[in-house]
């Protein structure tokens, strides 16, 4: 279960990783329009701003959460004995569980409600930001599916993570 969790974090950051190239790419080719022949691609702020950056962050957090590359205040939990600083990781990785699966709730039904109708932003032209909705729902599968790969390697492994 553990690798079929990780390997599903891995293609989100690659789908993640792509939409930076792709980002990177467009904004390079905006640029380089409004230097060389002082014209401009339209809409790329909406496009940078609606689509790359949303998913980017979002799917991208189950693959940090499973590195550990949140920031993490354990100051005090270091000094503590092993079996509280366990009790205090799985108590912690259960009300993770509890948030993210409550934020995948609320965002599959916000994606759900947006797709339903054609949800866009105003623009000087039609823009859809409905597909963009869909990073949220699978960014927070993404990282409920990696707090629980951790809190089961941290009870096998009888040590905090």
Known sequence: MQTLIRWTNLAT???ASAFMILMMSHITADVAL?????GRLIGTLEIVSFYYM??????SLGYVELRGGHIRVDLFAKMMPQDVQIGLYVLACGVGLVFFG????QSLHDALSAT????EAMSNF????????????LG????????LSNLLKSVTQRRAL
């Open 116 to 119: 339903a109708r054609a949800e």
């Open 13 to 15: 950051m690659a789908l």
């Open 54 to 59: 949303v998913v980017i962050v979002f799917l």
């Open 126 to 137: 039609t823009f859809y930001i409905w597909p963009a909705r869909w990073a949220l729902p």
């Open 34 to 38: 409004r230097f060389l022949f002082n």
């Open 140 to 147: 927070f599968a993404g990282i409920w599916l990696a707090v």
């Open 102 to 105: 409550m934020l995948f709730w």
